[in-house]
Structure formats: structure tokens, C-alpha cells
């Protein structure tokens, strides 16, 4: 298929686009934030340290299947002595795969990376266009299988937010700002699972009336509107589990102290 400036049924004209906004704006924002995203999470996925601090555990090394995990962060021996490197190189692929594979996501990335196109009315650069068809765009296609793995660890951070409730000793009744870090982090990621499109089509996909799946009709009728918002839910969840574990590394550290409300 023929893309770019050439196009077949192209007007014939010499500039590259007639709009006349900032178009470029948008794309130049999502490269500088994606960046500074994959810098972070390489450097904080590499640097095995910094990420309990009880009752606190980083997203980024939630579950921690190794047994070189810190102690008391939940560990569970799943990769024994054998496994050398960070724990976070396990388990960050699934996540990571759920993003990169998402429709936002794709769209973001294109535009962003490779300006196929960079906004709309303006015609990418590249004279040909293969879509999805071809490896490794191909991959894009298990899309919806990173997202039932990602609400499995969706139910774990919840149930690590919720651990937060607890002291240094394992008592119940506190709560820190590190608590609400991690509600906060959980919550994100759910509204941003949970707008999904393949979350949509699993709630009223192969549907032929919906009057017979009243169930499912309101299920799909909630994640649609939730869906709406599938681009502020993706980006607000990205910063969100970057600052979450900001959070943790600052604390595990000793650079701050968790503000203890009670």
C-alpha cells in the first residue's frame, strides 16, 4: 500500500501539510515523556535496590520472585540462587508488553517514533505502508492476553496497597503517605485496564442482542464510558506507577521519611 506525500489521490500540492497550528507539539511531548519514562524504569529495574521498605514495596518489583528479594517484601522463591540480576527483569516484561501492545499506545508510538502519520492531515513521510501485517508489529495481535495478565497484577499492587495499612511490625491501623501512593497507584491502573478496548469487547464483543445480556449490556455500557478516557487513564497510570516507585526508592533510601498520618 502507498503512503506519504505521493500518495494516490493526494491533492498535488508542494507543502507537507496546510495546517497551519502546532501540530508537532503532541508527537514531540509523547517522545520526551516515553523517554524519560524507559530511562527511569531501566535505570530503577537495574539498580536491584531501594525498593522495600515496609511495609512499602515498589510496583516495579511487585511480586518479588526471587530469593535474593529483600526480606519481609513478600518474596516468593519462584527463581532461586540461579537468578542473579534484578528481580524487576521478571515480571516488568508483562506490563511492559501490555503497554507497548496497547491501542493508545500504538498510536502514541507511531506518531511520536516513526510519524506514520504524525497528526492528522499530515502525510507521513514513508513511501510504503505495511501496517500490523509483518514482525514485529505482528506481535501486536497477543494484545489481549498482556491484558488478562495485567489484571493479575493489578489484583496484586491492590492487595500491596492494601498492606500499606500496616506498621513495620505487621500491626494493622497505619497509614502513611506511602499508603495512599500506593491506593492511588492501584486505582490508576485499574481505571486504565479497565477502559481498555479489548476490556470493552470482553464485556459486549459476539454480542448479537443485548437485551438477552442485560448484564453484560450495563458492564459494556460502564467500561465504554470509561473508555473515553482511555488516553488520560493511560498516560495518568504511567506517571503514576514511575512516582510510586519514586516514592519507595526515596524512602527505602533514607533521602525522605514517610509522612505517618496515624
Same mark, same amino acid.
Given at each position: ?64 520472585l526471587a530469593t535474593s528479594c529483600v526480606p519481609g517484601s513478600g518474596e516468593i522463591a519462584i527463581f532461586g540462587d540461579w537468578w542473579k540480576l534484578s528481580p524487576a527483569l ?35 513521510? &514513508? ?7 509483518? #514482525?514485529?508489529?505482528? %506481535? !501486536?495481535?497477543? $494484545?489481549?492476553? *498482556?491484558?488478562?495478565i495485567g489484571l493479575i497484577f493489578n489484583v496484586i499492587l491492590t492487595y500491596d496497597a492494601v498492606l500499606g495499612f500496616r506498621d513495620s511490625t505487621g500491626a494493622w491501623g ?12 492501584a486505582a490508576l491502573l485499574w481505571l486504565y485496564s479497565l477502559s481498555c478496548h479489548s476490556c470493552r469487547h470482553v464485556m459486549g464483543g459476539r454480542l448479537t442482542h443485548f437485551?438477552? &445480556? ?7 455500557? #460502564?467500561?465504554?464510558? %470509561? !473508555?473515553?478516557? $482511555?488516553?488520560? *487513564? ?29
Amino acid at each position: 500500500m502507498t503512503a506519504g506525500t505521493t500518495a494516490p489521490g493526494r491533492a498535488q500540492i508542494s507543502a507537507r501539510t496546510l495546517r497551519t497550528d502546532r501540530w508537532w507539539v503532541q508527537p514531540a511531548v509523547t517522545v520526551v515523556v516515553l523517554v524519560a519514562f524507559i530511562i527511569y524504569a531501566t535505570i530503577r529495574a537495574f539498580a536491584n535496590a531501594d525498593y522495600y521498605s515496609a511495609p512499602y514495596i515498589s510496583p516495579f518489583y511487585s511480586p518479588c520472585l526471587a530469593t535474593s528479594c529483600v526480606p519481609g517484601s513478600g518474596e516468593i522463591a519462584i527463581f532461586g540462587d540461579w537468578w542473579k540480576l534484578s528481580p524487576a527483569l521478571i515480571i516488568l516484561i508483562f506490563p511492559l508488553g501490555f503497554r507497548l501492545t496497547c491501542y493508545y499506545y500504538r498510536k502514541a508510538y507511531y506518531r511520536g517514533f516513526w510519524s506514520s502519520p504524525p497528526a492528522c492531515a499530515v502525510a507521513e513521510p &514513508h513511501g510504503k505502508y505495511t501496517g500490523e501485517r509483518r #514482525f514485529p508489529l505482528v %506481535l !501486536n495481535n497477543v $494484545h489481549r492476553y *498482556f491484558f488478562y495478565i495485567g489484571l493479575i497484577f493489578n489484583v496484586i499492587l491492590t492487595y500491596d496497597a492494601v498492606l500499606g495499612f500496616r506498621d513495620s511490625t505487621g500491626a494493622w491501623g497505619h497509614m502513611g503517605l506511602g499508603t495512599l501512593v500506593l491506593l492511588a497507584n492501584a486505582a490508576l491502573l485499574w481505571l486504565y485496564s479497565l477502559s481498555c478496548h479489548s476490556c470493552r469487547h470482553v464485556m459486549g464483543g459476539r454480542l448479537t442482542h443485548f437485551s438477552k &445480556h442485560p448484564v453484560r449490556y450495563r458492564a459494556w455500557t #460502564f467500561v465504554s464510558k %470509561l !473508555n473515553t478516557r $482511555h488516553m488520560f *487513564f493511560a498516560w495518568a497510570s504511567l506517571i503514576g506507577v514511575a512516582l510510586a516507585d519514586l516514592y519507595v526508592a526515596l524512602v527505602a533510601g533514607g533521602a525522605i521519611s514517610d509522612l505517618r498520618f496515624f
